[in-house]
Nanobody, 117 residues
Framework: QVQLVESGGGLVQPGGALRLSCTAS????????MAWYRQGPGQGRGLVAR???????TYADSAKGRFTVSKDNAKNTIYLQMNSLKPEDTAVYYC???????????WGQGTQVTVSS
């Protein structure tokens, strides 16, 4: 069982920045792809960014050029640096871990990001 704990959400003005963190309960990054998803008000959950076990990153079109996903293997933590935030980025952001061998999937509890003046 993998446990994921997100932190770093909050209220920020348009154009501002936030960094989200997700800490896993063990050293899983060598065999899990990690990702950030978000769910806005009245919307479904969608992929924001992914980082594979080898470090390859992919982004949703809405995140390209503004968000950066990274990981620190020593801290069992992934990050989502979000810059130039827009009101439409308002959502609950979830950390996701997907086993590359078993396809077992785990989710964090989510952290709220609100972009508003």
């Amino acid at each position: 069982q993998v446990q994921l704990v997100e932190s770093g959400g909050g209220l920020v003005q348009p154009g501002g920045a936030l960094r989200l963190s997700c800490t896993a309960s063990g050293s899983i990054f060598s065999h899990y792809a990690m990702a950030w998803y978000r769910q806005g008000p009245g919307q479904g959950r969608g992929l924001v960014a992914r980082i594979t076990s080898s470090g390859t990153t992919t982004y949703a079109d809405s995140a390209k050029g503004r968000f950066t996903v990274s990981k620190d293997n020593a801290k069992n933590t992934i990050y989502l640096q979000m810059n130039s935030l827009k009101p439409e980025d308002t959502a609950v952001y979830y950390c996701n871990a997907l086993s590359i061998y078993t396809l077992d999937e785990y989710w964090g509890q989510g952290t709220q990001v609100t972009v508003s003046s």
